[in-house]
């Protein structure tokens, strides 16, 4: 077992520094300039080590918005049952305000960011992982009380959290501070058609 833990930790290390030079790399020369074997080559191993390590390119960007949402599903069911499930939902969306917080996690997060939008293939994939993120949020909202109501609410409740979420990261600006007091506005102004109710915002 402990000779296991070691390995996943050593597994964890390589994959944190091969996403480190890929970073590097897509700031330098752009994204679709950068090849699997230039990021292999900065990190001193060959192609089938990194896709062993990482998969592809484009996994190796995606798979930091699977962590958020492992994250975000951990935050969820951390949740009281007896709250409002959009108060609930806008405790797990400090994944994203924290990245903001931050001068070096906004840059990396703008860096990701920018990625996305500018690479087609990319963004479909980043929606259709958001997508099974909200599904998962759904499933842990609809177990958590004995009688959740029809799914399909449930699903269009956190459908309509994420389009918040999506339209205040796309229209964010450079204030340090500023992301999560704009995310509130806008899920408070969102609040009472989805819930009937607003409630305080996390502290």
Same mark, same amino acid.
């Given at each position: 077992?402990?000779?296991?833990?070691?390995?996943?930790?050593?597994?964890?290390?390589?994959?944190?520094?091969?996403?480190?030079?890929?970073?590097?790399?897509?700031?330098?020369?752009?994204?679709?300039?950068?090849?699997?074997?230039?990021?292999?080559?900065?990190?001193?191993?060959?192609?089938?080590? %990194?896709? @062993?390590?990482?998969?592809?390119?484009?996994? /190796? *960007?995606?798979?930091?918005? $699977? !962590?958020?949402? +492992?994250?975000?599903?951990?935050?969820?069911?951390?949740?009281?049952?007896?709250?409002?499930?959009?108060?609930?939902?806008?405790?797990?969306?400090?994944?994203?305000?924290?990245?903001?917080?931050?001068?070096?996690?906004?840059?990396?997060?703008?860096?990701?960011?920018?990625?996305?939008?500018?690479?087609?293939?990319?963004?479909?994939?980043? %929606?259709? @992982?958001?997508?099974?993120?909200?599904?998962? /949020? *759904?499933?842990?909202?609809? $177990? !958590?009380?004995? +009688?959740?109501?029809?799914?399909?609410?449930?699903?269009?409740?956190?459908?309509?959290?994420?389009?918040?979420?999506?339209?205040?990261?796309?229209?964010?600006?450079?204030?340090?501070?500023?992301?999560?007091?704009?995310?509130?506005?806008?899920?408070?102004?969102?609040?009472?058609?989805?819930?009937?109710?607003?409630?305080?915002?996390?502290?």
């Amino acid at each position: 077992m402990a000779r296991s833990g070691t390995r996943e930790v050593a597994r964890r290390a390589i994959a944190a520094e091969i996403t480190s030079a890929a970073e590097c790399l897509f700031r330098e020369q752009g994204y679709d300039a950068t090849t699997v074997d230039d990021i292999a080559a900065r990190v001193g191993m060959s192609q089938r080590t %990194f896709f @062993r390590h990482v998969g592809t390119k484009e996994d /190796l *960007v995606l798979a930091e918005f $699977d !962590r958020h949402g +492992d994250r975000m599903v951990e935050l969820l069911r951390a949740r009281p049952s007896t709250e409002s499930p959009w108060t609930s939902l806008r405790h797990t969306f400090e994944v994203f305000v924290s990245l903001r917080e931050e001068p070096a996690t906004r840059d990396r997060s703008d860096l990701m960011w920018s990625i996305l939008l500018n690479t087609p293939s990319l963004r479909a994939a980043y %929606f259709d @992982r958001m997508n099974l993120i909200q599904q998962r /949020l *759904v499933d842990v909202l609809q $177990d !958590r009380v004995p +009688d959740p109501g029809p799914r399909v609410v449930t699903r269009a409740l956190v459908g309509a959290a994420f389009a918040a979420l999506h339209a205040v990261t796309e229209n964010c600006n450079d204030r340090p501070g500023t992301f999560a007091a704009d995310l509130d506005e806008v899920l408070d102004q969102l609040a009472p058609a989805a819930v009937g109710d607003v409630e305080a915002s996390p502290a």
